[in-house]
């Protein structure tokens, strides 16, 4: 799918999940199996065309100046905390009504594990040459020691089973409240918005470090130190020492 990858248009997908030429869960599995976008061509392109030569910060014109997003897409799991949270009487009652079954008879074992316990928490003792249980259900080793271990059905098997069944209840909800549908618009309008490179601005690396990793702001006094959102000067040009002044080479 690689090389299709770019060539996906999220305009277009986005006018298919609106006209429900596609379904909502198979737009978000292609949305989210994109690679960065950073990774493009087309982006790296469009960079080059809106990169200011000078930070629209401080004003240095000393390379190297990055262009920086100054808004960023929400992550999808948060749309959907959100979209949500309207309906949390429907969805208690909805997990009341819809159990989830979970056929562990179809697994087939997939690990070595313990014959007496069927744990698969077990150790090879080399100078004994035998294997030894070391679970530790409630408190309490097994302990059983033997020659060769049974192929059991490992607990992450199981384990992944009950998030696949999960996933569908949830699904299944969404599905059946429009939130789905809902959530994958939003997440595809902020794709979109976010590919269009509006939102951004020329920093040189100094100032991008500032923005990224710290709440601090540039003193708009001297143009050269960061201070805390909290005042509107840093310590120096405000004629104290404090520590909330940041200086970073
Ligand atoms: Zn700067
Ligand atoms: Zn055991
Ligand atoms: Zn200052």
New binding site residues.
């Given amino acids: 799918m690689t090389t299709e990858q770019k060539n996906i248009d999220q305009r277009e997908l986005l006018k298919k999940v609106i006209s429900d030429e596609i379904n909502w869960r198979d737009a978000l599995n292609i949305i989210t199996s994109l690679k960065k976008p950073w990774h493009t061509k087309e982006w790296k392109e469009q960079r080059k065309i809106l990169l200011a030569s000078q930070c629209e910060n401080c004003g240095t014109s000393t390379p190297p100046l990055v262009l920086q997003h100054t808004w960023h897409p929400t992550p999808i799991y948060k749309l959907f905390y959100k979209a949500q949270k309207k309906y949390e009487d429907e969805w208690l009652s909805w997990k009341q009504s819809h159990t989830i079954e979970v056929d562990t008879s179809s697994l087939l074992p997939d690990m070595d594990g313990?014959p007496?316990?069927?744990?698969t928490t077990?150790r090879y003792r080399k100078t004994a040459q035998t294997w030894i249980?070391v679970?530790k259900p409630k408190g309490i080793t097994?302990?059983?020691v033997f020659d060769a271990p049974i192929r059991v059905v490992s607990y992450e098997a199981i384990r992944n089973l009950e998030k696949a069944a999960d996933q569908n209840l949830h699904d299944a909800f969404h599905e059946a409240f429009g939130i789905g549908k809902k959530v994958t618009i939003t997440a595809l309008e902020h794709n979109i918005r976010y590919l269009s490179l509006k939102d951004t601005k020329t920093f040189c690396k100094r100032c991008a470090f500032v923005e990224d990793k710290t709440n601090m702001v540039l003193c708009n006094i001297c143009k050269n130190k960061y201070h805390s959102k909290k005042y509107d000067r840093c310590s120096s040009c405000a004629g104290k020492d404090t520590p909330e002044n940041l200086e970073v080479n």
């Fill in positions: 313990c007496k316990c069927g744990s077990i249980c679970s097994c302990g059983n």
